[in-house]
């Protein structure tokens, strides 16, 4: 089947939830920038959205380490990223759209919930998980890449997803130990390469490595794409 065709003739909503900007204290911005990409070749109409609240914290990304005088704001930040035009999650409700994306960047367990300090023992975003249950309530699909999962692996229980391989294989998967995170929440972890997708048919969940993997930007694409395209897929089924 034509996925762009049938895209333009019906139409295609799905908004994308981002974690301010910036890989290490927000949202990855080459993989937001990839899921537009993919999203805007196969004609969709993406919203924006992000939770109104104080980032976790601020990194100097020039340097790698907290700036500890700075507050920032993830709606705010996340604003960069959509080029002004954000909507607060609170905002976000399934019955107006078509299925939900979820890009990665460390924002996704510093914002979105706390994983980066609590791990197992994570909790996430009231809005956050009320958007999930909601599009996963209604049987629309919902995507992640990159630490993204973990969100996923903690409010649908028995979930199937994956942040890449289960070993750290010299350091091409340097945060492989989310892997058993996973497990330990409750979910199923699948190993795939970067530039696969899992697809949870039952869920209606999709996700892909993306920067879990030390690799280079095109295959991070790629993994996307896959992400995105079943996605589409899962949204023309019942």
Request: glycine share 10%; hydrophobic share 40%.
């Amino acid at each position: 089947m034509n996925w762009s065709h049938w895209i333009h003739s019906k139409f295609f909503f799905p908004p994308q939830v981002l974690s301010g900007c910036g890989v290490f204290d927000g949202t990855e911005v080459h993989e937001a920038s990839a899921c537009l990409v993919h999203l805007s070749r196969n004609g969709a109409s993406v919203s924006m959205f992000a939770p109104d609240v104080t980032q976790m914290h601020v990194i100097d990304h020039s340097k790698g380490a907290p700036a500890e005088a700075e507050t920032r704001n993830v709606l705010v930040e996340a604003g960069r990223i959509a080029r002004g035009n954000i909507k607060s999650l609170a905002d976000l409700k399934s019955g107006d759209f078509d299925a939900v994306i979820f890009p990665g960047g460390f924002g996704a367990a510093k914002n979105l919930s706390d994983f980066a300090t609590a791990g197992k023992d994570m909790k996430v975003n009231e809005d956050v998980e009320r958007v999930i249950q909601d599009f996963h309530g209604s049987r629309k699909p919902i995507g992640l890449c990159c630490i993204a999962p973990v969100l996923a692996a903690k409010i649908l229980p028995g979930v199937e997803v994956t942040v890449g391989h289960e070993s750290e294989e010299g350091g091409r998967w340097p945060y492989c130990g989310t892997a058993e995170a996973i497990e330990q929440l409750g979910a199923t972890h699948v190993s795939k390469d970067v530039t696969e997708s899992h697809v949870d048919s039952k869920n209606k969940v999709v996700t892909s490595p993306a920067y879990m993997c030390e690799t280079k930007v095109h295959h991070v694409f790629d993994g996307i794409g896959s992400m995105i395209k079943n996605v589409i897929q899962l949204t023309t089924s019942k």
